[in-house]
């Protein structure tokens, strides 16, 4: 009963915060409201494969209809895998290759170690049914973009078409590279904010994107410092402590939802957690306490119509991070490992727009 008071103390404060916060904001929302679509890079198209692979989309979004209904929780497997794929050396499904005798592949590297082998078998899965229906032409780097796309919209998020076209990379980031470049749990909001400008991301960019915790979970690691060894003062006090039952020491490693209202549901309660104090890593909570990015995060709170056309746009503008096009990289034939240097496939085309693109495997 103590703990159901307290809950409807904090939810009434949050009413009241959000109230007023709403006459101040009220221009913030209509006015962002009003932005332009982001630029499609040279060689993407929105029809890209529109004649020589019309099926592509139905088809990822059917296989992933069954996936999720089998575990709804691989939607944030794969938002969280495009993510992890564009912020080091672009999308380019790099993310995707094993290590090979060059060295230890991405996936190797301290902030991957927790991206879930079953994301990886998805995408390997898509490629297998992509091709048996169009042949070598989709990138698995289109097919990730695709993926985190429908994972978005199938947990409740919004449907947004994005530009296609990308090639696949022919070599993989080294895990410095690899490290510099993925946003750490426990980066503060001026890191956060310099990091993702460097991928010529916003603020508004970064607060939505960050919206993707709203989905998903997070091993202890990413919150022990907020717990141990003393309570981080911006984390709501009932939050530390039900924390604390499921990370009870510096040394544990059980995992915890990132969205406490509703952790499998793509929708703007991450930033109400954010109002209350109930963000889970210093790099969420510290975006309601940073006067840069507050007003942005109140005003996604207040209208979640805005933050789902925020978060397209930045995820289509992200989505085309450093992407190879033309006859740059290749088109794998298994996501996981380069063609061999004696694989030929011959030549493709995709008919878009009128012209005719080679695609070529090398």
Same mark, same amino acid.
């Given at each position: ?137 989709? $990138? ?5 973009? @695709?993926? =985190?796309? &429908?994972? %978005?919209?199938? *947990? /409740? ?36 904010? $310099? ?5 010529? @991301?916003? =603020?508004? &960019?970064? %607060?939505?994107? *960050? /919206? ?151």
């Amino acid at each position: 009963m103590k703990k159901s008071m307290m809950w409807g103390s904090l939810q009434m404060l949050m009413t009241v915060v959000i109230f007023l916060a709403g006459h101040q904001l009220h221009s913030l929302s209509a006015a962002a409201a009003m932005a332009a679509d982001p630029p499609v890079v040279a060689g993407l198209s929105w029809s890209y494969y529109e004649s020589a692979c019309p099926k592509l989309e139905s088809i990822i979004r059917k296989h992933l209809k069954k996936v999720f209904k089998q575990d709804i929780t691989l939607a944030a497997s794969l938002l969280r895998l495009h993510f992890h794929d564009c912020f080091v050396q672009g999308c380019d499904g790099s993310v995707l290759l094993d290590g090979s005798a060059s060295g230890p592949s991405e996936q190797e590297a301290p902030p991957n170690l927790s991206l879930r082998a079953e994301g990886f078998n998805i995408i390997n899965d898509l490629r297998a049914l992509v091709q048996d229906e169009c042949g070598q032409i989709v $990138s698995c780097a289109d097919i990730t973009a @695709l993926a =985190a796309r &429908d994972a %978005v919209y199938m *947990s /409740g998020g919004p449907d947004y078409d994005i530009p296609l076209g990308r090639r696949d990379g022919l070599t993989f980031a080294t895990q410095a590279a690899t490290v510099a470049n993925i946003p750490s749990p426990f980066n503060n909001t001026n890191v956060t904010l $310099s990091q993702f400008a460097t991928k010529n @991301l916003d =603020a508004t &960019d970064t %607060v939505a994107l *960050s /919206g993707a915790h709203t989905i998903g979970r997070s091993h202890c690691f990413g919150v022990l410092p907020r717990l141990f060894p003393t309570q981080d003062p911006t984390m709501d006090k009932t939050l530390a402590n039900d924390l604390k039952l499921i990370c009870p020491n510096s040394n544990s490693t059980n995992i915890t939802v990132m969205d406490l209202r509703t952790p499998n549901k793509f929708d703007n309660k991450y930033y109400i957690n954010l109002m209350n104090r109930q963000g889970l890593f210093t790099s969420d909570q510290d975006l309601y306490m940073d006067k840069r990015t507050k007003d942005i995060v109140i005003s996604f709170a207040l209208d979640q119509a805005l933050f789902f056309e925020k978060f397209a746009l930045a995820m289509i503008k992200m989505g085309q991070l450093s992407v190879l096009t033309g006859v740059q990289g290749e088109i794998r034939a298994n996501c996981s490992a380069r063609n061999s240097d004696s694989f030929t496939a011959g030549l493709g085309s995709v008919v878009e727009g009128g012209q005719e693109q080679e695609n070529l495997a090398y």
